[in-house]
């Protein structure tokens, strides 16, 4: 069995708040350690009233501190946002309080709207073009500092986090084969471009001292429960929250609804969410390891990240319980 691992969008209830959420992060981290997760990652987003994790490298802080085995990183980091030295000396004293576990993926997406990323950089200029250079020089600062070496991250230097491209296009493909870095794609919410970026990644993928062959992870929705209905009902807070953002109304996560008809009468919104959505795998064990194990048997992954977005706790924890049962 390939691993499955866990992206936590550490969602903000609708009648909850972000304290709430992060203990909500913290208990599903200890439950999925004890399932056999094998990573558990959190991203950056910003001015996102549903999403808690906002600043990233504490919440894996809190995740990694709270837990003993389970891998904890960042999927992802949106490098553009900062500077590389900075991402350096954050991992690096994340790897220094809990060897070995620290991961970090990153992407060039700003994880936000304009204006707040004008508030988060100070400047739009040139940040998205210079991704690469930002990437190998935060590389260089995790790797062992050369001689002479003016500018060192400490802690960070020598610690060799490994560092992952994050991607929905064929461009962090691209550039993962490049470097020889593994590759995270991101086909929970943009699937469309994912069969032709896993085969760029795999064609040209050049060797490198981080990786000897590629390495695919992919990302998928999962809601498992215990018969259909139940799946397909608990999905449905996922639906609105995906609907509420792609038209700018981003909000806290919903409870979920009987029925999501009445949410897709526009056409277009309809069209979009089944687009989106493409890569979601819904209901009973029975239903979801059929499902998923197509997706899996098609695209070959070295590894599968779930990220299951459920208003009801118990209910989250209990959708990875069945998906690792199902697994096995």
């Keep these: 069995m390939i691993p499955f691992s866990v992206l936590d969008l550490a969602p903000i209830l609708e009648g909850?708040?972000?304290?709430?959420?992060?203990?909500?992060?913290?208990?599903?981290?200890?439950?999925?350690?004890?399932?056999?997760?094998?990573?558990y990652w959190l991203a950056e987003h910003h001015n996102m009233p549903g999403i808690a994790s906002a600043a990233t490298s504490v919440v894996i802080g809190h995740i990694a501190g709270g837990t003993k085995t389970i891998r904890v990183g960042a999927g992802g980091i949106m490098l553009p946002n900062h500077a590389p030295l900075v991402i350096a000396e954050q991992f690096g004293?994340?790897?220094?309080?809990?060897?070995?576990?620290?991961?970090l993926g990153v992407g060039r997406a700003p994880g936000t709207d304009p204006r707040t990323a004008l508030a988060l950089r100070r400047t739009l200029e040139g940040d998205i073009e210079n991704f690469p250079q930002d990437v190998q020089e935060l590389i260089a600062y995790l790797d062992a500092p050369k001689p002479?070496?003016?500018?060192?991250?400490?802690?960070?230097?020598?610690?060799?986090?490994?560092?992952?491209?994050?991607?929905?296009?064929?461009?962090?493909?691209?550039?993962?084969?490049?470097?020889?870095?593994?590759?995270?794609?991101?086909?929970?919410?943009?699937?469309?471009?994912?069969?032709?970026?896993?085969?760029?990644?795999?064609?040209?993928?050049?060797?490198?001292?981080?990786?000897?062959?590629?390495?695919?992870?992919?990302?998928?929705?999962?809601?498992?429960?215990d018969s259909d209905a139940q799946g397909r009902r608990l999905f449905t807070s996922h639906q609105q929250?995906?609907?509420?953002?792609?038209?700018?109304?981003?909000?806290?996560?919903?409870?979920?609804?009987?029925?999501?008809?009445?949410?897709?009468?526009?056409?277009?919104?309809?069209?979009?969410?089944?687009?989106?959505?493409?890569?979601?795998?819904?209901?009973?064990?029975?239903t979801v390891k059929t499902a998923l194990g197509a997706f899996i048997a098609r695209h070959q992954p070295d590894e599968?990240?779930?990220?299951?977005?459920?208003?009801?706790?118990?209910?989250?924890?209990?959708?990875?319980e069945l998906l690792m049962a199902a697994g096995r």
């Design 304 to 320: 599968v990240m779930v990220t299951s977005n459920i208003y009801d706790h118990q209910a989250r924890l209990r959708s990875y």
């Design 148 to 225: 002479g070496q003016a500018v060192r991250a400490i802690p960070g230097a020598g610690s060799r986090v490994p560092v992952w491209i994050l991607g929905s296009s064929l461009y962090g493909a691209q550039l993962a084969a490049v470097l020889g870095l593994p590759f995270g794609f991101a086909s929970h919410f943009a699937p469309e471009q994912l069969e032709p970026a896993l085969a760029l990644y795999r064609a040209g993928f050049r060797p490198s001292a981080h990786l000897e062959k590629p390495y695919v992870l992919l990302g998928v929705n999962v809601v498992a429960a």
């Design 93 to 103: 004293t994340l790897a220094a309080l809990y060897p070995g576990r620290i991961d």
């Design 16 to 39: 909850g708040d972000a304290a709430q959420a992060l203990a909500n992060s913290l208990s599903l981290a200890r439950h999925v350690e004890a399932l056999g997760y094998h990573r």
């Design 241 to 286: 929250a995906v609907i509420n953002l792609r038209s700018a109304r981003a909000g806290k996560l919903p409870p979920p609804v009987d029925d999501i008809a009445p949410f897709l009468t526009d056409p277009r919104i309809a069209a979009m969410l089944e687009s989106s959505l493409a890569c979601a795998f819904v209901g009973s064990p029975a």
